[in-house]
């Protein structure tokens, strides 16, 4: 019930904001546009979100003969958790990472980079499987790839508000509207707001939840916290770039070549994350 709250309360959200800024900038026809344009991307938001965060990677989907290790823990889990097995697609990229997306366990899809395949021995990668299939599990991926569309959408907003601004498309309009630029204005500052607001909603609580769960599943949540450990170290050395809008869907947080340290962050602390699964401080656990 409250996955299903959330969701219809940001569809909701971006339909209204995008009626706010189509009343700004374009009056009661600007309201109808913005309408029309709402239901179009709520529709592919629900329908297609899964499908555009897959291609935004580069994802590609592969076969049990083409990688059998992973097809075989994802299987195992699966029947043991109870859920069909999701597709599995693999990200041509060096930087180890993972993801799962999907608007239910019915139509899932996991994703791990080429770079975590070699870098985690294969109960490290039985949890960090273990733990997308927990977002999957827990009905967590609808909600998460929403929020990455909608997020998206904010943003690209904001940079339609910057560029009119610097081109001076709202100014003339101005005097007419009593306010063209600094709705402008308005949307340039709050739409980074909004969209990191969204992807902390939407992350944190579900990435300890998905944790635990994975640790359930494997029942060994030192493979796990060594995973997130590796992964963390090494995603450091290899970032991944990655879209403020996308990054929450992660296992541990991408490279968004931001300074601000956590205001920014769509994840719990890695250590915050190994000293829930194993119950001591993260410093000791990796010492074991």
Do not use: C
């Not at 075989?72 to 997306?101: C, D, H, M, W």
């Not at 899932?108 to 960090?128: C, F, P, Y």
């Not at 944790?211 to 970032?239: C, I």
């Not at 994350?273 to 993260?282: D, K, M, N």
């Amino acid at each position: 019930m409250g996955n299903t709250f959330k969701t219809a309360f940001l569809l909701t959200a971006l339909t209204l904001l995008l009626m706010f800024v189509g009343r700004i900038f374009g009056g009661q026809n600007g309201m109808l546009i913005a309408l029309i344009f709402a239901a179009v991307l709520n529709f592919v938001s629900y329908f297609f979100s899964d499908k555009i965060a897959l291609a935004m990677y580069r994802a590609k989907p592969v076969t049990r003969e083409v990688l059998p290790r992973v097809y075989q823990v994802v299987e195992r889990l699966s029947e043991k958790i109870g859920i069909p097995t999701p597709k599995i697609y693999v990200i041509p990229t060096e930087s180890p990472n993972a993801f799962a997306t999907g608007r239910n366990p019915n139509h899932a899809s996991v994703a791990v980079t080429q770079g975590i395949l070699g870098l985690l021995n294969d109960e490290e990668l039985e949890g960090v499987i273990a733990h997308e299939l927990g977002h999957v599990r827990n009905r967590d991926i609808l909600i998460s790839s929403i929020a990455a569309t909608v997020a998206g959408a904010i943003t690209y907003l904001a940079e339609i508000a910057r560029w009119g601004m610097i081109f001076g498309g709202y100014e003339r309009d101005r005097d007419s509207r009593g306010g063209g630029g600094f709705g402008a204005l308005l949307m340039l500052i709050l739409a980074p707001i909004a969209a990191m607001l969204i992807q902390l909603a939407v992350s944190r609580s579900r990435e300890y939840q998905a944790d635990e769960s994975g640790a359930h599943f494997t029942g060994n949540p030192y493979a796990l916290a060594s995973a997130l450990a590796k992964l963390d170290a090494s995603s450091k050395r290899l970032p991944l770039p990655a879209t403020p809008s996308t990054a929450h869907l992660f296992i541990v947080q991408p490279f968004l070549g931001m300074s601000m340290g956590n205001l920014f962050s769509t994840h719990p602390p890695i250590a915050k994350r190994i000293e829930r699964l194993t119950g001591r401080p993260a410093e000791f656990t990796m010492q074991r």
